[in-house]
């Protein structure tokens, strides 16, 4: 079955630390891929997503992540974080099969950013 | 509006229960979808939609679940005689082609 994997659950960084989020998934098909972002309350909204092209693709607030398709990974990274990336980052896999299409997601990593 | 809407967003209900969550998509968004996010998971799929036409429903749990969208707009959720193990976020997304917009969700607690 297709499936998504979040390393992490849950990841504490300070101020200005780097981040990695890895997630991978399990589907040999065509795939668009997606970081989600929860803040607090809120529903979730798109942070970026990789449709084809430039593997290496930018979203909002200084993210991004890199389609790795021989490691089928789709790693976020941030140089800097800031407390206001106190969140719930979700990957997703949209997989398109029979003209339609399936977003499958990962269990999500929780991150708090502490000043 | 400009965004997805669900209703209610709270939905406290008895064991055995039915319930029947709503979700209002973006105006012209072909594709909906149902999740459910049971507390520290991510969202699970339960239902597909393209239009008025259910392609997928795979990830309904039961038959006590079912979903429709008769005229390719609202989305109706109905959960019949509830159980404990249904308690969790009811996700609504709706879209134009591959990018999904979510909805607030509708949080529904079985006691």
């Known amino acids: 079955a297709q499936s998504v994997s979040q390393h992490n659950h849950h990841v504490i960084l300070s101020e200005a630390a780097s981040l990695e989020l890895g997630c991978n998934y399990s589907?040999?098909?065509?795939?668009?891929l997606f970081w989600y972002v929860q803040y607090p309350g809120q529903h979730l909204q798109l942070l970026l997503k990789y449709f084809s092209g430039d593997p290496l693709v930018k979203g909002i607030k200084g993210f991004e992540a890199e389609f790795i398709k021989s490691k089928f990974s789709f790693n976020l990274r941030k140089p800097s974080v800031q407390w206001s990336d106190t969140a719930e980052y979700f990957c997703?896999?949209?997989?398109?099969?029979?003209?339609?299409?399936?977003?499958?997601f990962g269990a999500g990593t929780r991150l708090a950013v502490h000043p | 509006g400009a965004g997805v809407s669900q209703s209610p967003r709270y939905k406290v209900a008895k064991r055995g229960q039915d319930v029947a969550l709503r979700c209002d998509p973006i105006?012209?968004?072909?594709?909906l979808f149902w999740y459910q996010q049971a507390l520290g998971q991510g969202p699970e799929f339960l239902t597909y939609?393209?239009?008025?036409?259910?392609?997928?429903k795979s990830g309904l749990p039961s038959d006590r679940f079912f979903a429709e969208r008769p005229e390719g707009s609202v989305s109706t959720l109905k959960i019949q005689r509830t159980q404990q193990e249904d308690s969790a976020v009811y996700l609504c997304a709706s879209s134009p082609s591959t990018e999904a917009f979510f909805g607030q969700g509708t949080r529904l607690t079985v006691v």
């Open positions: 105006s012209g968004h072909v594709s």
């Open positions: 997703a896999v949209n997989l398109i099969s029979g003209g339609y299409n399936k977003l499958i």
């Open positions: 589907y040999g098909g065509t795939v668009n």
């Open positions: 939609f393209q239009n008025e036409a259910q392609l997928d």
